[in-house]
């Protein structure tokens, strides 16, 4: 079992703003990072730390955190936004990885 | 270009052997943490194993300690997934990734393209 909660799946309208949520103890410690992974691709990491976006991620992805939850938030979702969302961060002891079950996301 | 490129996966039977290698480009394999994820048919990913940047510390995922070990060459700019005693739910798609490891920060910032290893009779 992860020891990284998301909801299995998600949706939004077109154009309108939609929030992952990943929760668990480990990030009280750690930044939970971001991937987006389409069908038979590799995943891609789209957030990192506290709200960083690698080069070539659009601006419409957003990362927060509180407590120990952490959001991707997409500011006006695209179609090609439709996707897989895992995150991910070290586990408690600080020594393992960890991924969410991951988030479908839906774009209507 | 920084890359990275998997090999070795494919069909074999349960309790037999594997080893996959992912070959490092376009940057300074030395200097990173590598990591091989898998993701099984449908499944989410899991992450397997990583090894540090010299080799000294290496860390698995409980499912599969006593039965994959992690390796790497820096003069080859290799990383290496020795798999021992394989069970039909190692079945996956197996990634090497880069790992980005600042304070409170993990993040796999580069993968590969991924090798998949079947294991069924």
């Known amino acids: 079992s992860s020891e990284l909660t998301q909801d299995p799946a998600v949706s939004v309208a077109l154009g309108q703003t939609v929030r992952i949520t990943c929760q668990g103890d480990?990030?009280?410690?750690?930044?939970a990072s971001w991937y987006q992974q389409k069908p038979g691709q590799a995943p891609v990491l789209v957030i990192y730390?506290?709200?960083n976006r690698p080069s070539g991620i659009p601006d419409r992805f957003s990362g927060s955190s509180s407590g120990n939850t952490a959001s991707l938030t997409i500011t006006g979702a695209q179609a090609e936004d439709e996707a897989d969302y895992y995150c991910?961060?070290?586990?408690?002891?600080?020594?393992?990885?960890?991924f969410g079950g991951g988030t479908k996301l839906t774009v209507l | 270009e920084v890359q990275l490129v998997e090999s070795g996966g494919g069909l074999v039977q349960p309790g037999g052997s594997l080893r996959l290698s992912c070959a490092a480009s376009?940057?300074?394999?030395?200097?990173?943490?590598m990591s091989w994820v898998r993701q099984a048919p449908g499944k989410g990913l899991e992450w397997v194993a990583n090894?540090?940047?010299?080799?000294?510390?290496?860390y698995y995922v409980d499912s599969v300690k006593g039965r994959f070990t992690i390796s790497r060459d820096n003069a080859k700019n290799s990383l290496y997934l020795q798999m021992n005693s394989l069970r039909a739910e190692d079945t996956a798609v197996y990634y090497c990734?880069?790992?980005?490891?600042?304070?409170?920060?993990?993040?796999?910032?580069?993968w590969g393209q991924g090798t998949m290893v079947t294991v069924s009779s």
């Open positions: 990734a880069r790992e980005m490891v600042r304070m409170a920060i993990h993040a796999f910032d580069i």
């Open positions: 376009g940057f300074t394999f030395s200097s990173y943490w």
């Open positions: 090894i540090k940047q010299d080799g000294s510390e290496k």
């Open positions: 480990s990030l009280r410690s750690y930044y």
């Open positions: 730390g506290k709200n």
């Open positions: 991910n961060s070290r586990d408690s002891s600080g020594n393992l990885v960890v």
